[in-house]
């Protein structure tokens, strides 16, 4: 497993409310990064990066709103700044979600999809394949993912970028990777294998964010002298 080609390290926050927020953790430290688990507003402050993990959308979306996260991730989100969702994370930054709980629940948006809740069905229906990507690794021969209750991606807009499909045994390809400007999406569980590629690929979103915000502050310096 190679370390992410890092000038210092980033420091990474991960949403840990509920769901798969230490495996994401374990992955992330040993590529290098340092890693911060996000439970108060304020910890937002001192992140590079947020991923918002699997688990169970509305339970995050519930405990968030219950202290005071939803708005600033939110924020957070639309200020540009470098998010990845893992699967219930996917569906809390979709634009537009199907099949969602009565009543709802708080979605943060600002991605440009449309999703389809749990297109896979239950719990018991979890599965795992090899995906198609244009995401290439030379260490490893496929892409396998996990997916457990996993969305698809039904619609994208304009500026998104499909990285990875699936095909299911009836032939049909479904969109399960996006990326859009710094926000990256994946419908399935990168956390629980092996394959670092998407953990390194946050990693690189990461440090070219903050190679422009630090241009920018260097620019801004000039201007003020
Ligand atoms: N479909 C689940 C939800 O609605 C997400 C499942 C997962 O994150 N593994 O939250």
């Known amino acids: ?20 927020f230490i495996e994401h953790g374990n992955m992330l430290r040993q590529l290098g990064a340092h890693v911060i688990e996000v439970r108060r507003p304020q910890q937002l402050a001192q992140i590079d990066g947020l991923i918002l993990p ?18 600033p991730l939110r924020h957070w989100v639309k200020t540009g700044k470098p998010v990845w969702g893992t699967c219930a994370g996917m569906i809390l930054l979709a634009g537009h979600v199907e099949g969602q709980k009565a009543g709802g629940q708080s979605l943060l948006g600002g991605l440009d999809i449309r999703v389809n809740r749990n297109y896979f069905g239950r719990q018991a229906d979890s599965f795992q394949a090899n995906l198609e990507t244009t995401l290439q690794d030379d260490g490893m021969p496929a892409c396998r993912a996990v997916f457990i209750r996993a969305p698809v991606v039904t619609a994208i807009g304009p500026g998104v970028e499909p990285l990875a499909s699936l095909v299911t045994p009836d032939g049909r390809k479904h969109i399960v990777a996006v990326r859009q400007d710094s926000m990256l ?5 990168p956390e629980l294998t092996r394959d670092t590629r998407w953990h390194r690929l946050f990693l690189e979103m990461v440090e070219h964010a903050r190679q422009g915000e630090e241009s920018r ?3 801004l310096n000039r201007l003020s002298c």
């Open 217 to 219: 502050t260097m620019d």
């Open 54 to 71: 699997g688990g169970e959308s509305t339970a995050i979306s519930l405990i968030a709103e219950r202290w005071g996260l939803i708005e």
């Open 185 to 189: 999406a994946t419908a399935f569980h």
């Open 1 to 20: 497993m190679g370390r992410a080609n890092l000038s210092a390290p980033l420091n990474i926050g991960i949403l840990a409310l509920q769901g798969a």
